[in-house]
Structures are given as structure tokens and as C-alpha cells.
Nanobody
């Protein structure tokens, strides 16, 4: 059974940092790219960071230079380090695994940036 379980969301002040984690079971990162996708109320879904099976990374312009995606193959876990957070980063963040014709989603974790 495939499971993606996000954690690490919460309330943080503007300028603060959070690290999201996504623990994956049921597949490995050998053939799957992993992305972090966010959706804010009333806004379209946005892919903010992706790390490929080859460890190449890609970021949305809105987070470039502030967010860092990484993975630990031994722990089968993907991370999203978010620095210099802004109120506009407030959203539900989802972990998304895609490859081999399949895609898998986590249940999401809420991030609120507010003073």
C-alpha cells in the first residue's frame, strides 16, 4: 500500500522558517520524482518544488531562493525547508510522487504565515 504522510506544518511569523517532511511507503525514489504542491483558499494549485530521481531540483519563481527540497533515500522521506516565509506562502502543502505512469498524493499539511 502506498502512503505519503506529511508533517511539520503550523503557524509561523513572517520571516520565519518551517521544515515539512513527507514519509513515503510503498515505493522508492528510484523511479519517481517528488514534488511539493500547495493550494491556498481561492487560488489555483501551485507546484513549488520538485526533486527528480536523479536529484535534480526545480522551483517555482515564487519560492526560488527561499525554499529547498531534499530527500533521504535511506529514510524514504522528502523534505521542504522553507525560509523567509511570507503571508502569501499560507496554504495547504501536499507531497506528490509521480512517475512510471502513476501519481500519489499525501493528505496535506497546513502552513499559516501570520503575525
Amino acid at each position: 500500500e502506498v502512503q505519503l504522510v506529511e508533517s511539520g506544518g503550523g503557524l509561523v511569523q513572517p520571516g520565519g522558517s518551517l521544515r515539512l517532511s513527507c514519509a513515503v511507503s510503498g515505493f522508492t525514489f528510484d523511479d519517481y520524482a517528488m514534488s511539493w504542491v500547495r493550494q491556498a483558499p481561492g487560488k489555483e494549485r501551485e507546484a513549488v518544488a520538485t526533486i527528480g530521481s536523479d536529484d535534480n531540483t526545480d522551483y517555482a519563481d515564487s519560492v526560488k531562493g527561499r525554499f529547498t527540497v531534499s530527500k533521504d533515500n535511506a529514510k524514504n522521506t522528502v523534505y521542504l525547508l522553507m525560509n523567509s516565509l511570507k503571508p502569501e506562502d499560507t496554504a495547504d502543502y501536499y507531497c506528490y510522487g509521480h512517475g512510471c505512469g502513476y501519481d500519489f498524493w499525501g493528505q496535506g499539511t497546513q502552513v499559516t504565515v501570520s503575525s
